[in-house]
């Protein structure tokens, strides 16, 4: 059998390269059937159409360049059809070719989720066919309520030759530079995929006695996909087991379309709206796709509500999605908005809003540049939400143009880190609200003490070889094969800090009857912390972005854990509060950068020093790059008595440290 070809992403999407807005993901035609707001655009009015028409202008186009925007997704396929959709793709072709002549790159944006029978039925009488049904047969809808919007079936052959049709036109036709998936969900229980489970099923479990012990059944020919419903606990083995064969699914149907679009292009770049990890519990967050689905896929779409900022008792973050990225070797594009305090969603309207989130995806791996609300209508279609105010664009326009003018301070990054948080994918797939909070507790520890870490999904384990320090943050479900590589990793004299239930189940939820990572206890380079004290509370089924109550405690603990393992920060940070961000990357040149970043960006903090490690032993130089500077500042290295410091003038928003 020939090996499979496989793709890197193409350059040009790799750190420090996009600058990037949303630019009209919707059709007129879909706002018209909509027939009100949606995601801030009021398509219901009638000077949208007024609206639509300006953005689509080359005057648009330039000022967009003009801000420092190299890249832009639009809409191309909504779900209404090749026939139905013509005329709006048409005009995607023209403005593609504007935004090529601006130096401006384009990501047609897929709906993959949603079948618009009203038009699409009278190109494709089959469609109906192509629907995700549920339990009982009903139709899936979009939403659960938008009646006229069916959920198509990933699974279904003839739908993804269609998807393809549509595909091969966007990159043909209208010569775009990149496909961006939505809707990407799949919960059906069709004909199809019944089958397609029992197939998965049996290949898993091949012999009546294997069944048997599973799931106490001798066939597996009558089994059907179970009811869907959200929990938090998952013991029933048949339903574990649609978790990991949708999972699977997914990642094979996302395989299928990579592929293709790779043989026809390979520098066409693909970017997938995974819909995970959010702070509210779901399906999808208890799916936990993405270490599959990300090889098959250039850029990580990360859409979610997590703007950066801080509030009386909350620092609300986007790293851990910078993170999940980097431990998948690909860029993020965030696509993030403010919560209003009487709900629904705002565009940033003060400066230093938007410099905090354009820089916090800079600094964690030199990520997309982005302004997902930049072109939503303001004032009845007037103007635009970047230029309400000159103070706005202006932050906007200064942030891209910097990093624009020093993308060399980005070129090839690779994070660097001794510590590592683990994701077992079982522990969240089957206890999800044991498992989620802790996580997100040692998180927010590490990131308000200071702490460069890396995350290691247990799909990828080998990677754990990388760190020095690795935190299993109440994974309550670990398999037999991944508690002996922990005990194994701790006998190399890898440290472990342990909390919770930690490998209590097996990977099956199973309770054990003894203590499997016993070997670990008593190993002067393993901490057990009894109890769960990173653990954020839950709050109506959404999880705040908190300092959990023992953070110090916890963070003494790791200090004294890395003292026991011989290893040492890349960097400290001194003179900051909780509210600074810090993360090390190495460039291709070798040169290594220091990124830091204020969330408490409306005033400085001042006299920030940084203790630099044995990694900096050999750097003579170092230089700061400050968007909000007038130039960059060589800074001095001196020798103190047990490391070698840098001071730091006062800290804006961000700053980026260039030592060679």
């Known amino acids: 059998m020939s090996k499979e070809k496989t793709y ?91 935004c090529h002549k601006h130096g401006i ?66 990159i043909e036709v209208a010569k775009v530079d990149g496909i961006q998936y939505d809707g990407f969900s799949y919960e059906c229980h069709c004909k199809i995929c019944q089958q397609k489970f029992r197939e998965f099923l049996k290949e898993k479990y091949p012999t009546p006695e294997a ?67 959010r702070q509210k519990m779901s399906n999808q967050n208890q799916v936990l796709n993405i270490p599959l689905t990300g090889k098959w896929q250039d850029v990580l779409v990360a859409e979610s509500s997590d703007f950066p900022h801080v509030s009386e008792h909350e620092m609300t973050t986007k790293i851990l999605y910078y993170k999940i990225g980097n431990a998948l070797d690909r860029t993020v594009q965030p696509t993030m908005w403010l919560h209003k305090e009487t709900g629904g969603i705002v565009a940033p309207e003060k400066p230093e809003q938007e410099r905090l989130a354009i820089a916090e995806a800079a600094a964690f791996g030199g990520h997309w540049a982005g302004a997902t609300w930049a072109l939503r209508p303001r004032n009845k279609g007037r103007n635009v939400a970047v230029n309400v105010t000159p103070e706005l664009e202006d932050a906007v326009g200064s942030y891209f143009n910097f990093l624009k003018d020093h993308e060399s301070l980005f070129e090839g990054a690779k994070p660097i880190a001794n510590v590592a948080l683990y994701f077992s994918y079982e522990s969240h797939a089957f206890d999800f609200r044991e498992t989620y909070p802790c996580v997100m507790g040692v998180k927010q520890i590490l990131i308000q003490s200071q702490v460069p870490f890396g995350l290691v999904f247990s799909d990828y384990r080998e990677q754990l070889e990388d760190y020095d320090i690795i935190i299993l943050a109440n994974q309550t479900c670990l398999s037999d094969e991944e508690a002996r590589l922990f005990i194994e990793l701790a006998e190399k004299g890898k440290g472990l800090l342990i909390t919770g ?9 199973r309770e054990r009857g003894e203590d499997l990572l016993a070997l670990t206890r008593g190993m002067p380079n393993v901490i057990w912390v009894k109890g ?9 089924d959404s999880l705040p972005q ?37 993360d090390v990357h190495r460039l291709a040149s070798g040169a290594l950068t220091v990124h830091l970043l204020n969330y408490r960006n409306d005033q400085p903090v001042q006299n920030v020093s940084l203790l630099l490690s044995s990694r900096f032993a050999q750097c003579t130089k170092a230089v700061c790059y400050d968007p909000d500077a007038e130039g960059p500042v060589e800074l001095k290295i001196v020798e103190g008595e047990q490391s070698r410091i840098v001071d730091l003038y006062s800290l804006q928003t961000y700053a980026v440290i260039h030592f060679t």
Not at 9 to 35: A, C, D, N, Q, T
Not at 230 to 259: C, G, N
Not at 532 to 540: D, L, M, R, T, V
Not at 554 to 576: I, K, S, T, Y
């Open 8 to 98: 890197n992403p193409p350059s040009w999407v790799g750190p420090g390269k996009i600058r990037w807005v949303w630019g009209l993901w919707e059709p007129m035609i879909f706002y018209r059937r909509l027939g009100h707001q949606s995601g801030t655009v009021e398509g219901g009015t009638h000077w949208a159409e007024d609206w639509y028409e300006r953005m689509h202008s080359e005057e648009t186009v330039q000022w967009l360049a003009d801000l420092g925007v190299n890249c832009l997704t639009t809409h191309y396929y909504k779900g209404f059809g090749l026939k139905g959709e013509a005329h709006e793709m048409e005009r995607t072709k023209e403005f593609t070719e504007l």
């Open 105 to 170: 790159r384009v990501f047609a944006y897929h709906q993959l989720g949603t079948l618009i029978y009203e038009t699409l039925l009278d190109e494709v009488p089959n469609a109906r066919d192509w629907r995700q049904v549920d339990h009982d047969g009903r139709t899936k809808l979009y939403g659960k309520t938008v009646y006229w919007r069916w959920t198509g079936c990933q699974q279904n052959p003839e739908y993804w030759a269609y998807v393809k049709k549509v595909i091969r036109q966007a």
């Open 211 to 277: 069944s048997l012990a599973r799931f106490g059944l001798r066939t597996l020919d009558h089994v059907r996909i179970p009811p869907d419903n959200i929990q938090s606990k998952i013991w029933d083995p048949l339903v574990q087991e649609v978790q990991r064969f949708r999972r699977q699914a997914m990642a094979d149907a996302l395989r299928e379309l990579y592929l293709f679009i790779k043989e026809l292009n390979p520098e066409v770049a693909v970017a997938n709206n995974e819909g995970w990890p």
């Open 501 to 509: 239930q930690t490998a209590r189940h097996d990977e099956n939820l």
């Open 532 to 540: 769960a004290p990173e653990c954020i509370p839950w709050e109506k």
């Open 546 to 582: 908190i300092l959990p109550t023992k953070a110090a405690e916890f963070e003494d603990m790791l200090r004294m854990l890395m003292r026991a393992v011989g290893c040492e920060l890349p960097v400290q940070v001194n003179g900051v509060t909780a509210c600074v961000g810090v």
